[in-house]
């Protein structure tokens, strides 16, 4: 009984090694790629609407906290408000789909399956960059949002979008991987999901990277209110992140998960 039970706590304790987390996500993002469209659709906007509780938490906690130098270190806890709200409510966010979804794609690494990844990042960044649309849109031309909050909003927006071409890319790279690694660590800690996800979201924005969905929102909010143009919004902001995020949370996180794990599936098969 002594040697089951030292047993079964060994086996416990190597529940989630590496091999098995990379199980459960890869089965996670086949489960994605079969979604109907519609469903991809609408939990992309959705998304991409509640994100913007992140603009909205940080502009609240900038416009009330006393202007000190500590100041900065807890206003950006309000960034983690609209991250909670799309991790916790399994929507769809175009940054955590640049690794459920190519788990998948390297185990099958397919034409059919690139083309499958490709089609849902399309739908999800598409639904996404909706959803950011409609929240700006509320903030621009609503009384939903008090007027005291509005300056805060756009300090936040012109930042965002206040960098050059390549420093935006190169600041989404860190984004990409916290997400990514959100995404990783999960399954081994679903009863500290809301620490995990505060602690990760938090870094993001104290150290001023850049994400694509939720930049999305200011991007949108200083189109509508006249406060940059199109082409700086697109060139200067919007592919350099795009490109980052996804360089960080593919090309960086998805490799290095894949590659740790790899020469154990390989014994599998």
């Given at each position: 009984?002594?040697?089951?039970?030292?047993?079964?706590?060994?086996?416990?304790?190597?529940?989630?090694?590496?091999?098995?987390?990379?199980?459960?996500?890869?089965?996670?993002?086949?489960?994605?790629?079969?979604?109907?469209?519609?469903?991809?659709?609408?939990?992309?906007?959705?998304?991409?609407m509640?994100?913007?509780?992140?603009v909205?938490?940080?502009?609240?906690?900038?416009?009330?906290?006393?202007?000190?130098?500590?100041?900065?270190?807890?206003?950006n806890?309000?960034?983690?408000?609209?991250?909670?709200?799309?991790?916790?409510?399994?929507?769809?966010?175009?940054?955590?789909?640049t690794?459920?979804?190519?788990?998948?794609?390297v185990?099958?690494?397919?034409?059919?399956?690139?083309?499958?990844v490709?089609?849902?990042?399309?739908?999800?960044?598409?639904?996404?960059?909706?959803?950011?649309?409609?929240?700006?849109?509320?903030?621009?031309?609503?009384?939903?949002?008090?007027?005291?909050?509005?300056?805060?909003?756009?300090?936040?927006?012109?930042?965002?979008?206040?960098?050059?071409?390549?420093?935006?890319f190169?600041?989404?790279?860190?984004?990409?991987?916290?997400?990514?690694?959100i995404?990783?660590?999960?399954?081994q800690?679903?009863?500290?999901a809301?620490?995990?996800?505060v602690?990760?979201?938090?870094?993001?924005?104290?150290?001023?990277?850049?994400?694509?969905?939720?930049?999305?929102?200011?991007?949108?909010f200083?189109?509508?209110?006249?406060?940059?143009?199109?082409?700086?919004a697109?060139?200067?902001?919007?592919?350099?992140?795009?490109?980052?995020?996804?360089?960080?949370?593919?090309?960086?996180?998805?490799?290095?998960?894949?590659?740790?794990?790899?020469?154990?599936?390989?014994?599998?098969?």
């Amino acid at each position: 009984m002594k040697k089951f039970k030292e047993s079964q706590i060994i086996q416990d304790s190597l529940s989630l090694s590496p091999r098995l987390v990379y199980q459960i996500i890869r089965i996670e993002g086949e489960e994605e790629l079969a979604r109907p469209l519609r469903s991809l659709i609408w939990a992309g906007i959705a998304a991409g609407m509640l994100i913007s509780f992140s603009v909205l938490g940080e502009a609240i906690l900038r416009t009330h906290l006393p202007d000190t130098p500590s100041r900065y270190v807890f206003e950006n806890f309000g960034y983690s408000f609209g991250f909670l709200l799309v991790i916790l409510g399994r929507l769809q966010l175009f940054t955590e789909n640049t690794i459920t979804t190519v788990f998948p794609l390297v185990s099958e690494p397919t034409p059919r399956m690139f083309l499958s990844v490709m089609r849902l990042w399309a739908i999800v960044l598409s639904a996404n960059v909706a959803g950011a649309f409609a929240a700006a849109a509320l903030f621009a031309y609503t009384p939903a949002i008090p007027a005291d909050l509005l300056p805060a909003i756009t300090d936040l927006s012109e930042h965002a979008l206040g960098f050059e071409p390549g420093e935006a890319f190169m600041r989404a790279i860190p984004a990409g991987i916290l997400v990514a690694a959100i995404v990783w660590m999960l399954p081994q800690v679903p009863g500290s999901a809301f620490l995990l996800i505060v602690a990760f979201t938090w870094l993001i924005a104290a150290g001023d990277f850049t994400h694509i969905v939720a930049g999305s929102v200011e991007m949108w909010f200083l189109l509508l209110t006249g406060g940059t143009t199109a082409n700086t919004a697109i060139f200067s902001f919007f592919l350099p992140v795009l490109a980052g995020n996804i360089a960080g949370g593919t090309a960086v996180f998805t490799l290095m998960a894949w590659g740790q794990v790899k020469d154990e599936l390989d014994e599998e098969d």
